[in-house]
């Protein structure tokens, strides 16, 4: 029986059936996939097959399908291994606030270009729009150009406004869709208005005092009305990337990635070589300046650290 993996509690996956019903598995013995050091076999979002076990009323998950993406992070545990998040996302709404808490463009930047890596196309959602002042909707309108101009979908929304969260569900139908974003944008009170019935707990004391080597990693997946899922991860605002390394960043750059092809070393790193396209660019205005300052403290970031897997 074919069923997708909507929760995991370490030892258990809870695996939703076709049509609909919800099954407790195990995993058969151990489960190798190729290529992967990662601490949990089995993700969030994965399409499995299930097997009855014999004499039993239990099922066990014998195969995972091939995964469309799927999400990493460091484990917590074991620095040297990956911990699966989700995988098979279609999309990703990044939740974003001008304040409480001011969500800065270098989190932006480096979250899209974590998205970019997983080929997960990205919406920005700007929540908390009630509580906006004129200098906040100037922010916003900045950031909304910066990033339309980009190719990226933004959207000005209140969690207690009705109209918007209609608007927001039309978007969600069909398909699965991560929730990040920093720790109080209101990823969950957004998500109890847009499933009505779920009711997560909303601004959780445990997110603001741990620094975040502690959270829960396991992700849960809610399936909503009209169909889809949404994916709420406290984890994910911690996320690394892996496996980068710093000529290329700018491959993640959407911005960038053809106007690189002009530069005259090939390795151009962009910072001051000579005859730099993407420098020249920023000359003229083409690129942002605050999505050049992100791409070069992301840059330096590898370069200086051991922040970023190598
Ligand atoms: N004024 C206003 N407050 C909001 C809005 N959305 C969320 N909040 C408030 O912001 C606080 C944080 O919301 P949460 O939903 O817990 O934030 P979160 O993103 O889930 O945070 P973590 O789970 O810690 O990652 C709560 O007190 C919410 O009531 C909004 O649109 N307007
Ligand atoms: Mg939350
Ligand atoms: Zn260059």
Same mark, same amino acid.
């Given at each position: ?31 190798r ?11 969030v979002g ?17 195969k ?6 799927y ?52 919406? $920005?959602?700007? &929540? ?8 906040? !909707? %100037?922010?916003? /309108?900045?950031i909304?150009?910066? +990033? ?17 969260i ?9 398909k ?92 151009? $790193?962009?910072? &001051? ?8 660019? !920023? %000359?003229?205005? /083409?690129?942002?300046?605050?999505? +050049? ?10 370069s200086?650290?051991?922040?970023w897997?190598?």
């Amino acid at each position: 029986m074919k069923a997708k993996v909507i929760k995991s509690t370490g030892s258990w996956y809870v695996c939703q059936a076709e049509d609909g019903s919800l099954i407790n598995a195990r995993i058969k013995g151990k489960f190798r996939l190729k290529g992967l050091k990662t601490t949990n076999p089995i993700a969030v979002g994965d399409e499995v097959v299930l097997d009855k076990e014999e004499g039993l009323n239990t099922y066990m998950i014998s195969k995972i399908e091939e995964r469309k993406n799927y999400i990493i992070r460091r484990s917590p545990r074991n620095f040297y291994k990956q911990h699966i998040i989700a995988s098979n996302l279609d999309q990703l709404f990044l939740v974003i606030t001008m304040r409480m808490p001011r969500t800065s463009t270098g989190f932006i930047d480096r979250m899209l270009l974590i998205a970019e890596m997983h080929h997960i196309p990205t919406v $920005l959602i700007v &929540n908390k729009r009630d509580i906006y002042k004129e200098k906040d !909707l %100037e922010r916003f /309108e900045q950031i909304k150009a910066t +990033y339309n101009n980009i190719g990226y979908g933004i959207r000005l929304v209140s969690a207690q406004d009705k109209k918007d969260i209609e608007l927001l569900q039309n978007d969600l139908v069909d398909k699965t869709t991560l929730f990040a974003g920093h720790s109080g944008v209101g990823k969950s009170t957004l998500i109890n208005q847009l499933i009505p019935g779920l009711d997560l707990t909303t601004r959780e004391l445990s997110t603001y005092t741990d620094k975040g080597t502690h959270t829960t990693t396991f992700a849960e997946m809610y399936p909503l009305p009209n169909g889809g899922y949404i994916v709420d991860t406290p984890g994910i605002k911690e996320l690394e990337a892996v496996h980068i390394e710093p000529e290329e960043v700018s491959h993640y750059f959407v911005e960038m990635q053809e106007k690189m092809q002009d530069c005259k070393f090939n390795n151009c $790193l962009h910072r &001051n070589e000579p005859k730099c396209a993407i420098l020249a660019a !920023l %000359e003229t205005g /083409e690129i942002a300046l605050s999505r +050049y300052e992100s791409y070069l403290k992301i840059v330096d970031g590898i370069s200086a650290t051991d922040y970023w897997e190598r």
